[in-house]
């Protein structure tokens, strides 16, 4: 049995299978969106959101996470609402407030085992949900299947236990008149999770609306899940279609250099495309996980920035505010911050985008070709992400590069700073985005032969 790492380390755990999205986003560059879902109106108490659901996914592991190891605070970030408690009833009703201000309809609670400070946390919040009148549902993250393979006969246990403590609550998400429950895996699974969670569900006589984090060969299992999704904030976006997409708005962990943050303009595209796929569930990594700096809650850095952005394009009944937009956050790490410990393995993703053997790349090649196919596109920049995550890049015997391919590849150090940085991933995102980038005049143009 593998040892339960502490949750803060869990960014690196996110080995799965990807799909990048930015070729999708090229049609806002030119195309207004698609107009937006029509919200119901059903009255609060028996409220539960209908396919497709924009949810985000939430930590009610505060202020025991606002510390470690005699490190206070240990987040990049300032919360708008302070270094808070999850328990504090004032704290538990203004995030409802903004969640339904940003037009999201469910947070995804990470839950870590019967009696944890994430359980009691969870219970605690469903009961001020239900007192506030609140349209925001709950479901459930389930973190124990990520570390320690639990058995059918354990998962039963703790479908009995959160059917008596939580699943009954009306602000607890339903779907189908099942109690949602997401999944969390650590990317090692392997479709006999599939059955093992069937089998749970059979022991323990409770029928979920079971929501799987995504695995090799997902799609290809005998046995299926009623939906799957992806936890992978080290990118700005994945498809899962038509179960779900996901995006996030940055990746900064404490004491690390950011993987890479997005600037609000491209954020706001990534939105208009989640909501354009109608995927069933449309998630965001993350509300307040602000260990990682994958954060969406108000802080004082980017005020409510995201939140505006997900209220124009979600639907939704709370009227949109409109604020002066703040600035990105800087990049620079403060000077006490420590470099990370990137996975070992698992890179590039696998998914079909980034499959297959390239063609082989002319001579001379283009200028941010990672793959060397001769074009630039969205799968060039999630090889390259990927490459600065895991330590390696993947490329094939063609590409030009050096003995050291972070430090010296040609083709993907677009910003010609000498270096691979996140930096370049998001240069080449915004190329394909259409959208305005700074280079050098002696670096030459993203596209161009070289």
């Not at 090799?216 to 990118?235: K, L, M, R, T």
């Not at 409109?322 to 698992?346: L, Q, R, V």
Request: proline share 10%.
């Amino acid at each position: 049995m593998r040892q339960k790492p502490a949750p803060h380390q869990k960014g690196f755990h996110y080995l799965a299978t990807a799909i990048f999205f930015v070729v999708a986003l090229l049609a806002f560059v030119v195309v207004s969106p698609a107009a937006p879902r029509t919200a119901s109106s059903v009255g609060h108490a028996k409220f539960q959101p209908e396919l497709p659901i924009a949810a985000a996914f939430f930590y009610p592991w505060y202020p025991s996470h606002w510390a470690s190891g005699g490190t206070f605070p240990i987040t990049n970030y300032t919360p708008e609402l302070g270094f808070y408690s999850s328990i504090d009833e004032s704290v538990i009703r203004e995030q409802l407030s903004m969640a339904e201000q940003a037009h999201l309809e469910a947070f995804i609670s990470s839950w870590w085992g019967t009696g944890e400070e994430s359980d009691l946390a969870l219970q605690h919040i469903l009961s001020v949900t239900e007192e506030s009148d609140s349209r925001m549902r709950w479901a459930a993250y389930y973190e124990p299947e990520g570390y320690d393979d639990p058995a059918a006969s354990e998962i039963a246990q703790h479908l009995n236990y959160l059917a008596a403590v939580a699943f009954d609550s009306p602000a607890y998400l339903r779907v189908d008149d099942k109690p949602v429950l997401f999944v969390y895996d650590s990317g090692g699974g392997q479709c006999s999770l599939v059955d093992r969670w069937l089998e749970a569900e059979q022991q323990s006589g409770v029928d979920v609306y079971l929501v799987l984090k995504v695995l090799q060969g997902y799609s290809s299992c005998e046995s299926q899940p009623d939906s799957w999704h992806e936890y992978n904030p080290i990118a700005p976006a994945y498809d899962h279609s038509p179960h779900s997409v996901s995006i996030s708005p940055g990746f900064w962990k404490f004491g690390s250099q950011p993987l890479f943050l997005l600037d609000l303009e491209f954020f706001e595209l990534a939105v208009q495309w989640m909501v354009e796929t109608d995927a069933s569930w449309q998630l965001i990594t993350t509300w307040n996980e602000w260990i990682e700096g994958t954060t969406i809650e108000p802080s004082l850095e980017y005020g409510w920035d995201y939140i505006d952005v997900l209220c124009l394009h979600l639907p939704g009944p709370t009227p949109c505010k409109t604020s002066t937009p703040t600035p990105t956050p800087s990049t620079t790490p403060s000077p006490t911050a420590t470099s990370a410990t990137p996975p070992s393995s698992g890179f590039p993703p696998q998914g079909p985008t980034a499959t297959g053997a390239p063609s082989p790349a002319p001579a001379p090649a283009r200028h941010g070709d990672v793959d060397c196919d001769n074009d630039v596109d969205s799968v060039d920049a999630l090889q390259l992400l990927s490459g600065i995550a895991s330590g390696s890049l993947a490329q094939p015997p063609s590409c030009i590069a050096d003995a050291s391919p972070l430090s010296g590849y040609v083709l993907g150090d677009v910003d010609c700073d000498g270096a691979i940085t996140p930096s370049d991933g998001l240069m080449i995102l915004r190329f394909v985005a259409g959208l305005p980038m700074e280079q050098s005049p002696a670096c030459p143009v993203i596209a161009e032969y070289v």
